[in-house]
């Protein structure tokens, strides 16, 4: 295991940003991290995350990634209910709607997103292919990108 995916799977270590958002501070990541409250698709509680944008294709649309895969909690959870709140650049706790993309879209969302953050990629992409290429071959997809959950979070009332 990667140190960066070892990092990614210390709890300490993903939710230490959420203080930042919910303090109203998460402008301060210039973007390029969000804040998504989710509910528990069993307990129904309000439940945080911090992601990276990996793209922002309109102002009512930002792109994240399930970095741990298709078992993350957060990806589960959008899954049983895709209404969350989005906090991300000034705005905070805006209704939004998660929706996954296609493989195909995802995939392309991927490629492009190593030739625009080539060295945050370098880092994301071996964390990544850790569990999305078996996963692929497991499922016989022949680009491991293809199997990597990425989400769309479309923003409600307005940019």
Do not use: C
Not at 67 to 85: E, F, H, K, M, T
Not at 114 to 130: D, I, M, R
Not at 142 to 159: F, I, K, M, N, T
């Amino acid at each position: 295991m990667s140190l960066a995916s070892r990092a990614l799977h210390t709890r300490w270590f993903v939710r230490s940003p959420i203080w930042l958002f919910r303090a109203g501070l998460g402008f301060l990541t210039g973007g390029r991290l969000l804040m998504m409250v989710h509910r528990g698709r069993s307990s129904g509680e309000p439940r945080y995350v911090v992601l990276e944008v990996v793209d922002r294709p309109a102002p009512d649309r930002v792109v994240v990634v399930a970095g741990l895969g298709p078992r993350s909690q957060w990806y589960r959870n959008i899954q049983a209910d895709p209404r969350v709140l989005v906090s991300v650049g000034t705005r905070h706790q805006a209704r939004a709607v998660a929706t996954t993309m296609t493989p195909d879209d995802g995939a392309a969302t991927l490629e492009a997103y190593t030739s625009v953050h080539p060295g945050p990629w370098s880092k994301l992409e071996p964390v990544l292919a850790e569990w999305a290429v078996p996963l692929a071959a497991e499922r016989g997809e022949d680009d491991w990108r293809r199997v990597v959950p990425v989400v769309e979070l479309r923003l409600l009332g307005g940019a």
